[in-house]
């Protein structure tokens, strides 16, 4: 695990530098969500599929940015699913992006997740890695990936994340978006996952939400590339992800770009959102 760990570190410090030099125009090609892809989406993934290529122990892995998952080494024994730069239309604007990898034992499903990592490009290059034991932070310093702390969730946080289109929101859904707000929990939303989520964590705690939505049922995140990760990192840390009536973990992606609904945070806030979901069942 820590070859792969490292992999990611070398791809991150390449990828930052990407950010930092590159023009990020829009390339002619679209993902297989539609989405047109920039340069800067497509020169991290294959930095990222470089350095993992080189692991004898990577069986295959899977982007977000490429339709099909693409096999390595038919003898290795991880399966690493990756959204190589999310959020990537942000760079333009300069906020924050981020890269997120779900590592799997032997095949592509949540009950075989073991590892989960991102980083988050901001004013600092930022690290959190979760194994089974517990979730870890870094900070890239002077070319090297420093440990900075073990990353714990309270039980109630004060930050509110919630994303999705609002005109599309379920009512229900919008109610109890606005009785956080009433109970004075702030708004930090910049329409990038990794930032908005990290800033939850090292905060504390709070709630962030990608619903269903009349606009798009099945919510917009990727299960295996972005939920899934994220959701192994928020329970480790002691706090919940679900889809808004169970763990989202619970849930088999047929397709590798299948989307679920999430909602991420700590124990009060989440259990808050199966209560309200509950209610409409
Ligand atoms: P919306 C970025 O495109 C992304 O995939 C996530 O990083 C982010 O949380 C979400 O989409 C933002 O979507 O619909 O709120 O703009």
């Not at 820590?2 to 070398?10: D, F, H, Y």
């Not at 892809?37 to 497509?42: A, F, G, S, V």
């Not at 993992?52 to 982007?63: D, E, G, K, Q, W």
């Not at 047929?254 to 989440?270: A, L, M, N, Q, V």
């Amino acid at each position: 695990m820590n070859v792969i760990l490292e992999a990611i570190q070398k791809s991150a410090i390449r990828i930052k530098n990407a950010i930092d030099v590159k023009d990020i125009g829009y390339s002619q090609e679209q993902n297989s969500s539609g989405e047109t892809q920039l340069q800067l989406d497509i020169q991290s993934d294959l930095i990222i599929e470089e350095e993992l290529s080189r692991i004898p122990s990577v069986h295959t892995i899977a982007s977000e940015e490429k339709e099909h998952p693409m096999m390595l080494n038919e003898n290795g024994r991880y399966f690493i699913a990756f959204d190589p730069l999310d959020g990537s239309s942000l760079v333009d604007v300069n906020l924050s992006v981020g890269s997120i990898f779900g590592i799997y034992d032997g095949v592509f499903s949540p009950e075989k997740m073991i590892a989960s990592c991102y980083v988050v490009y901001g004013p600092r290059v930022e690290l959190v890695f979760a194994d089974e034991e517990k979730v870890s932070l870094y900070l890239l310093q002077a070319g090297e990936f420093e440990y900075v702390k073990e990353i714990r969730l309270n039980e109630k946080g004060k930050i509110n994340a919630p994303g999705g289109t609002q005109q599309f929101w379920a009512p229900y859904h919008k109610a109890m978006i606005d009785s956080f707000f009433a109970r004075g929990y702030r708004l930090r939303y910049s329409g990038g996952m990794v930032p908005d989520l990290h800033q939850i964590l090292l905060k504390g705690g709070g709630l962030f939400s990608y619903p269903g939505a009349s606009d798009k049922p099945e919510g917009k995140l990727r299960m295996l590339f972005e939920v899934f990760p994220f959701a192994f990192i928020f329970e480790k840390a002691g706090g919940k992800a679900v889809d808004g009536t169970k763990r989202v973990m619970e849930n088999e992606p047929r397709h590798i770009h299948d989307t679920s609904p999430c909602f991420f945070g700590s124990k009060d806030e989440i259990d808050e959102v199966i209560s309200v979901y509950a209610g409409q069942q």
